[in-house]
Structures are given as C-alpha cells and as structure tokens.
C-alpha cells in the first residue's frame, strides 16, 4: 500500500452521509438519485435504456477522447468537476404546496407531488413520468431494467412534452434523443449527448430537515449534495451541459416552445426564473434558486498504474 502522506494537505473538508432509513439513497429534497449514469463500451453489460459511451468520453486517451495526444501520466484518468449544492429544502417544499398542478381528480397534495414530478421528470421514488406521467410507481422505479428505460416523443410544441416537460431536470441534463436530429448527416454526425456525457455521483451532506425549519418554511442548518462529476473534457462535459443546456432558456432546441431554465440547476445570477414553457406562452415562474451552489473546483483524478509509476515514484510491476 502506497502512503501518500507527505503528498497533499486537507484545506477542506465536507463529510457527506446517507440519509437515514427510507430515504438511503435518496437526495435532500427526497428524490432517488444516481439512476441514469451512462455505461461505458467494454466494462460490464449496459442496463436496458443506458447510453453507452466510448471510453474517451469520460478517460483521457481512451477511443473517442477529443484530446489526441494526453501526457502519459493523464492516461485512463479523468477531470472531476465537484460542486458544493446547498438545497433549500423548507423553502421548496412550500413552493410545491403553494402552487399544485390543478387536474380534476387530483387532491391538492397530489397535485403538488405532480409539480415536484415535472420540475425533476421523475417521481421521489426514481419513477420517470415519462412512463408514469399520473402517479408513482415504485414497483417500475426499483427494477433496473425498466427504469431508465425510455426515449423523448419528438413531436413538437407540446406534444412532445405531454408526459416529461422541455424543462424538467432529467431532460434538461440529459436529453437522450433530443438532439438526434444533429445526427442525420452520414459524413458528420455531432453525437451531441454523447460528447457531452458525464458519470455523476452525488453524496448528501447536512442534518435532516428539523420541525422548526418545516413550521417556519426557512432553512437554518444548511444542507445540500456533494456533487461530482467525471468527464475527459470539462468543456464539453460539466460546463457545457450547465451552461447550454440546463441554463439555456431555448433548448432543447427545434421543439417551437421556449422551454425555459432547468427548475432544480439552472441559475439566472439569484433573480427568479421561468421553467416549464408551453406553446401558449404560458410559463411557471421560480421566485429563487432552490439550489445554491457554495463553491466547487476541478481536479484531475489519475488512474492507479499513474499514481504508482508517475506520481508516487514507484515502479510498476
């Protein structure tokens, strides 16, 4: 075992946790989180809906890196994006209750769970609404091969948009078929989403929701998600997908309607913003980021041979 003692120094530390009980594996605004991560060509067997990447898309050097010539020491390793996501918890809840989505039949709780279902595209329990577009299930959203197991409608207007809205987080992230028609040329196709994929990970850090913060509607002990992202180019990866997707109000592009800013990451410089955009013109306005990012910074993460032949001056056997 390789001591790497005299190598760094901690300047910061942020200690994450599982939430407690039914919410393991669920974020702070209690949504399953984790589910839709990209496979990569020749390492395991992809699930049923899961894009599967050329290595270089997330490993310097690897096929399809658009880097041509890494630095040996960067080789299979990966940049890592990790960003500090305070979640204002009390405050979104309020705002889900305040404004339910108004459907004959729907009580007012279900309508606002409804709201949370199209702000995110997937129910708390990980159900996406483009296969449940009504209600929850939790049975569809626990079994690995049906779960991530979907494609967008590319109708325009809002009939593409029936099920899972333009705006919704996990189309605004990740847009699947959105963008194939970028594709069609045989001579030069973009591969948009492939480009621009990432494998993500996120670790919940802060104290559960208190009563107080409930009653009061106003978080006092911050809370959030630890958030990382891995990817061999951050420009085509983590900085793009922020800035020309999630905080673009048009895309996805080519739908007629002016989707607005993804409702969980987009950001307008603190100053409310619209989401969920329709043909009418009609738009749900956020009074604030529920979403407060408090700092972040890029590393490089080496692969193993790296760190034992390149940087801990140890030959490999």
Same mark, same amino acid.
């Given at each position: ?19 407690? %009980? ?11 989180? %984790?589910?839709? @991560?990209?496979?990569?060509? %020749?390492?395991? !067997?992809?699930? +049923?809906? =899961? ?20 630095? !040996? ?13 305070? =979640?204002?918890?009390?405050? /979104?809840?309020?705002?889900?209750? &305040? ?30 609404? !483009?296969?449940?577009?009504?209600? &929850? ?6 079994? +690995?091969?049906?779960? @991530?197991?979907?494609?967008?409608? =590319?109708?325009?207007? &809002? ?15 990740? +847009? ?36 107080? !913060? ?23 990866? /983590? ?21 607005? /800013? ?36 890029? /590393? ?18």
């Amino acid at each position: 075992m390789l001591a790497f003692t005299n190598s760094f120094r901690i300047v910061y530390r942020l200690k994450g946790s599982v939430r407690p %009980g039914n919410q393991k594996g669920h974020e702070h605004f209690g949504w399953e989180d %984790g589910i839709s @991560n990209p496979a990569i060509k %020749g390492i395991g !067997e992809p699930l +049923p809906g =899961q894009r599967v990447l050329p290595p270089g898309v997330i490993l310097c050097g690897k096929a399809k890196d658009s880097v041509p010539d890494r630095p !040996e020491w960067a080789l299979e390793g990966s940049f890592l994006a990790f960003r500090q996501l305070e =979640q204002l918890v009390p405050e /979104f809840d309020k705002f889900l209750v &305040d404004n339910p989505i108004v459907l004959p039949g729907l009580t007012r709780e279900q309508g606002s769970e409804l709201l949370g279902a199209r702000l995110v595209g997937r129910w708390k329990s990980g159900a996406p609404i !483009e296969l449940s577009p009504t209600h &929850d299930d939790p049975e569809l959203a626990k079994d +690995p091969k049906r779960n @991530n197991d979907f494609v967008f409608p =590319q109708d325009k207007g &809002d009939e593409g948009q029936i099920k899972c809205p333009y705006a919704a987080h996990i189309r605004k992230t990740n +847009p699947r078929n959105d963008l194939d028609f970028l594709d069609k040329d045989p001579e030069n196709p973009v591969h948009a989403v492939e480009a621009s994929s990432i494998i993500r990970a996120g670790i919940p850090y802060g104290p559960e929701v208190t009563l107080g !913060e409930k009653l009061e509607h106003h978080t006092e002990f911050p809370r959030g998600l630890a958030f990382v992202s891995y990817q061999s180019s951050l420009a085509k990866g /983590f900085q793009f997908i922020q800035k020309r997707w999630a905080n673009a109000p048009n895309f996805p592009p080519n739908k007629a309607v002016e989707a607005g /800013f993804d409702p969980i990451v987009g950001q307008k410089n603190g100053q409310s913003r619209e989401t969920l955009g329709t043909s009418s013109g009609s738009q749900l306005t956020l009074p604030r980021d529920f979403v407060v990012s408090r700092g972040g910074e890029y /590393f490089f993460s080496p692969s193993v041979k790296a760190l034992k032949t390149k940087f801990a001056g140890v030959d490999s056997d």
